[in-house]
């Protein structure tokens, strides 16, 4: 099944969990985030700091979020 996700952000389109690259929608974005205790890129977007960002932790995510 096709997954409409236009609304993607994240800009790393080379990754192998961007929904360019497959037909899972954000899946295994979120799968792959939860794992790592991570948060997806297109939140760190929403924070307007995304390039300021250490890595993409939950607390890297607060810190940014924080700041704002
Ligand atoms: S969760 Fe992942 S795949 Fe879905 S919109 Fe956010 S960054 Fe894109």
């Known amino acids: 099944m096709k997954q409409n996700i236009e609304f993607c952000t994240c800009t790393q389109t080379k990754c192998r969990w961007h929904p360019k690259n497959h037909t899972d929608g954000c ?28 890595g993409d932790t939950i607390e890297d995510f607060a810190k940014l979020v924080l700041e704002k």
């Open 27 to 54: 899946t295994p974005c979120i799968q792959k985030n939860l794992k790592n205790g991570e948060i997806p890129s297109c939140f760190f977007n929403l924070t307007g700091k995304a390039n300021q960002r250490k």
